[in-house]
């Protein structure tokens, strides 16, 4: 503690052995380096790890635990998931019938950028130009991200980039990407040319038959 001595009454100031005992409780017990650990470790979130960034996900209501499909590669015919789920003959396999999932729990630095963009989500405007700062903020240097206006009161969040089963999740169960009241929202991926059925005109990446699956965009 600084300035120790100002703690020290008068009637007590002049005793060599309570200055001394009061002195030595002070560098016994000087919060400093724990007041300094707590504020890197909890309650700075740029800085907070483990359990302080769990504090900061209860604050701003975003789990760090997310509950994902599983990511068997299953034989079938173009759909409206997305991600695209489905392989061709000779990659995916027949599917049991049975819907399983798996947890997922969050690293620290993707659950800081989800806890940072559910912050701004708690209180931002939910206008175009407010959702593209958050999808930005969520997925920094990965491509091209946006919101569509449907009309009818629908919109779409855009990538431009393929995003993982676990991303998917974030983006459909975190509630961190917020929308206006009543307004019906879906996300739509456009995925690389890699992994898709294709000619060599298209780009690298494309695949040949038996390889590569049709690419169906989902509205």
């Known amino acids: 503690m600084l300035n120790v001595e100002r703690t020290i009454i008068s009637q007590y100031a002049n005793s060599p052995s309570l200055v001394q005992l009061i002195h030595n409780m002070d560098e016994y017990i000087d ?8 504020f890197s470790y909890v309650w700075n979130v740029d800085t907070a790890v483990g359990f302080g960034l769990d504090i900061w996900g209860r604050i701003v209501g975003v789990s760090r635990l ?6 068997l590669d299953t034989f079938g015919y173009i759909n409206d998931n997305i991600p695209a789920d489905w392989q061709p003959f000779n990659q995916g396999t027949f599917a049991t019938g049975a819907e399983t999932t798996q947890a997922y729990y969050l690293p620290d630095p993707t659950y800081r950028t989800l806890i940072l963009t559910k912050a701004l989500a708690n ?9 593209n700062q958050l999808l930005r903020n969520l997925f920094p240097g ?14 779409v969040f855009v990538f431009e980039f393929e995003i993982s089963q676990a991303e998917y999740a974030i983006l ?15 996300v739509v991926v456009i995925p690389t040319a890699a992994g898709l ?23």
């Open 123 to 131: 209180i931002v405007a939910t206008t175009a130009a407010s959702l």
């Open 31 to 38: 919060p400093r380096v724990n007041i300094d650990t707590f």
């Open 142 to 155: 990965r491509g091209r991200t946006y919101v569509l206006d449907q009309g009818g009161m629908s919109m």
């Open 66 to 71: 997310l509950k994902i499909p599983n990511d």
């Open 197 to 219: 059925f294709g000619f060599s005109e298209q780009g690298a990446g494309v695949q040949p038959f038996d390889q590569g699956v049709f690419y169906m965009p989902a509205g």
């Open 172 to 186: 459909t169960q975190s509630g961190a990407l917020p929308h206006p009241a009543g307004v019906q929202y879906s």
